[in-house]
């Protein structure tokens, strides 16, 4: 999940008894599946609750092209940089969808990256471990991109309008991600020795990773409770995790790869697999910013946005001078 | 901080004979970079065949509160409809 510890501010889930009649009426609406619009009626918690969820998300696709932009000039053929690139624009579209769907909330875009700069805003664990060789590029479309699909598919149903067009635009361009990194996976695993390894490595390093995405096991989650009255959380997080071990497991058997999990087991009784829980320590490490790549990460994005200031005012200050001289010959 | 760039609403002619339905927004310092940026965000798989960007502080909406005067009136309206007059089988389509 891009969003993997979003606090709500609602305090415990009220009844419907307990509602003011405005509050009320918002959560039939939201029960009886009508989309809640920018300007109905909404409770602060909700609107607050959302702004951190879809800024978490949106901030998410835009640090999740660093990893990948990394190897687009290093792409085996120029096919596949061209397909690589597509991909990481498309991850920009997602960013852009979801931070106009924030922005309708009453946050402004610039105010959103200054709280990702700043580290008051989170984005997902996941982009926080390197991209070191090829196959690592294959592993993310396949698995991060899996992973997302899998939060991101339900979400299309979720009680806010603007966020759930933007959640069906981005799964529309979704499927072709999960692909194309499929598609890297089986070319090494079916090639040379080396590129079997380097297969099989990646899938080690990103395995658990991808298990973090959906956030900590439900025991732990405690702000569930309330986003998912409120529809702006659809699954729990053990769900998710669960559906996503038991597609992906046949995919790796496929390529001839091993899930880096000894206790992995198909179990007949409940219909899906045993498997092992990620290390939450090393979770909670990385979230709290020291994964493995959180520094190059971030520092990339104030770059970006440092070195790119000069061209943001340089514009304004052309399209004023273009009105001005408008409004003059008029 | 600098100045932030206005935002626009995108609206996209999907294929010829269609109208123009709205498809998102994005921030641009002027109209010319709205709809360059459009091009680039909303018809990156053969989406459209005509843009149009509109500065969405200059549109003006109705309110959530008036849903009810504003559209109510036109419920009881039924003689709008084709359905409302019974007219004989001899005569045929109508
Ligand atoms: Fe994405
Ligand atoms: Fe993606």
């Known amino acids: 999940m891009y969003a993997q510890m979003v606090k709500s501010t609602g305090t415990g889930v009220k009844s419907l008894d307990e509602m003011e009649p405005e509050e009320r009426a918002f959560q039939e609406k939201v029960d009886a599946d009508i989309r809640i619009e920018a300007r109905d009626w909404m409770p602060e918690g909700y609107r607050k609750t959302l702004i951190r969820q879809i800024g978490q998300h949106a901030h998410s696709e835009i640090v999740g092209q660093l990893p990948e932009g990394n190897w687009i000039t290093r792409a085996p053929t120029l096919e596949r940089k061209m397909i690589l690139l597509a991909k990481v624009q498309d991850?920009?579209?997602?960013?852009?969808?979801?931070?106009?769907?924030?922005?309708?909330?009453?946050?402004?875009?610039?105010?959103?990256?200054?709280?990702?700069?700043?580290?008051?805003m989170k984005y997902s664990s996941i982009f926080n471990y390197p991209t070191l060789t090829w196959a690592d590029i294959g592993a993310v479309g396949w698995l991060v991109d899996g992973a997302a699909i899998m939060n991101q598919v339900p979400l299309q149903r979720t009680s806010y309008g603007p966020y759930s067009r933007a959640m069906i635009r981005i799964c529309k361009e979704e499927s072709f991600h999960q692909r194309q990194g499929y598609d890297i996976m089986m070319k090494m695993a079916k090639g040379s020795e080396a590129q079997k390894r380097m297969a099989q490595d990646a899938l080690n390093r990103f395995w658990y990773p991808s298990l973090m995405m959906f956030g900590p096991s439900d025991a732990n989650s405690?702000?569930?409770?309330?986003?998912?009255?409120?529809?702006?959380?659809?699954n729990s997080n053990d769900e998710l995790r669960r559906k996503f071990v038991d597609q992906t497991v046949p995919q790796a058997e496929y390529l001839g790869l091993t899930v880096p999990d000894d206790t992995l087991a198909w179990n007949e009784e409940k219909g899906g697999y045993d498997f092992a829980e990620p290390d939450w320590d090393e979770f909670f490490d990385v979230l709290k910013g020291a994964g493995p790549a959180n520094h190059d990460r971030l520092e990339a994005r104030k770059t970006a946005w440092d070195d790119g200031a000069w061209v943001r005012d340089g514009l304004t200050a052309h399209a004023e001078k273009k009105r001005t001289a408008k409004v003059a010959a008029e | 901080m600098s100045k932030e760039w206005p935002l626009y609403e995108i609206f996209i002619r999907g294929q010829h004979g269609l109208s123009h339905r709205h498809v998102g927004s994005l921030h641009a310092p002027d109209a010319e970079t709205a709809i360059k940026n459009a091009r680039d965000v909303y018809t990156r798989r053969n989406e459209g065949v005509s843009i149009w960007v509109?500065?969405?502080?200059?549109?003006?909406?109705?309110?959530?509160?008036?849903?009810?005067?504003?559209?109510?009136?036109s419920e009881s309206k039924i003689y709008r409809h084709p359905t409302f007059y019974d007219i004989p089988d001899e005569i045929g389509h109508m």
């Open chain 1, 222 to 234: 405690v702000h569930s409770e309330q986003s998912m009255a409120w529809k702006i959380k659809i």
């Open chain 2, 54 to 73: 509109v500065e969405a502080a200059a549109i003006t909406a109705t309110a959530p509160g008036d849903k009810g005067p504003i559209f109510e009136p």
């Open chain 1, 91 to 120: 991850e920009a579209g997602h960013g852009l969808y979801l931070y106009s769907a924030a922005e309708t909330l009453g946050v402004t875009r610039d105010e959103m990256t200054e709280m990702l700069l700043s580290g008051k």
